[in-house]
Every structure is written in C-alpha cells, then in structure tokens.
C-alpha cells in the first residue's frame, strides 16, 4: 500500500508507466476489430477509461 503523504515516483518508474498505458490503449484499438461484439465494446470502454487517466508528471514541492 503506498502512503499518499509519502509516495516518491522516479522519472523512469513514470515513463514505464506511461509506456505500459500507451501499449494497453494500442492493445485497445486492436481489440476493437475483433470480431466477437462484446470483445469490440469492452476494448472501446476500456480505452475510454485509459484515455481518461491523467499522469501528474512534476516534481513534488519541498516540504
């Protein structure tokens, strides 16, 4: 469980993070041609819902 007053996320950690979400929405659209009609539409919510996610990339203030 991370401790929301003290959670430090490196650059690397966060560029990972953003590389694994850009891969999930690529894996999204692709799903989304499938041919199965539930298959297209979880992909289509899903990749509303990573669309949505909004990485805060900034350095945290000095306490």
Request: charged share 30%; aromatic share 2%.
């Amino acid at each position: 469980m991370l401790d929301p007053d003290d959670t430090v996320v490196t650059l690397a950690t966060a560029e990972a993070l953003l590389r694994r979400q850009d891969r999930a929405v690529e894996a999204c659209r692709l799903l989304s041609l499938d041919d199965n009609a539930h298959i297209r539409q979880g992909a289509a919510e899903l990749r509303v819902t990573l669309a949505e996610i909004d990485p805060v990339l900034y350095p945290q203030e000095p306490a």
